[in-house]
């Protein structure tokens, strides 16, 4: 069964530094495209950035130069490093896997910026 298992949320204040993980329970993780989104209260859900089966990168623009993504395909594990973080980055962030029609989501992790 495949499981999107994230970690690393928290809170945090204004210009701080969180770092986010998912640990995926899936065959075959290096051909996914994974991604991270989240969702504020009150939003819908918006893509923050993703990272292919061949590393290439895309950002969200409210988030470039500020957050990294990266995959360790060993470990089957995607982060997200969050710098100069704002309030405004206050939201659930979840974990996608993408693969053709194979689409699965972890369950999130909770981020809090605080002015």
């Known amino acids: 069964q495949v499981q999107l298992v994230e970690s690393g949320g928290g809170l945090v204040h204004s210009g701080g530094s969180l770092r986010l993980s998912c640990a995926a329970s899936i065959s075959h993780f290096d051909l996914y495209t994974m991604a991270w989104y989240r969702q504020a209260p009150g939003n819908g859900r918006e893509l923050v950035a993703h990272?292919?089966?061949?590393?290439?990168?895309k950002y969200a623009d409210s988030v470039k130069d500020r957050f990294t993504i990266s995959r360790d395909n060993v470990e089957n594990t995607v982060y997200l490093q969050m710098s100069s973080l704002k309030p405004e980055d206050t939201a659930v962030y979840y974990c996608?896997?993408?693969?053709?029609?194979?689409?699965?989501w972890g369950q999130g992790t909770q981020v809090t910026v605080s002015p």
């Open positions: 990272i292919t089966a061949f590393s290439a990168v």
């Open positions: 996608k896997a993408e693969r053709d029609q194979y689409i699965y």
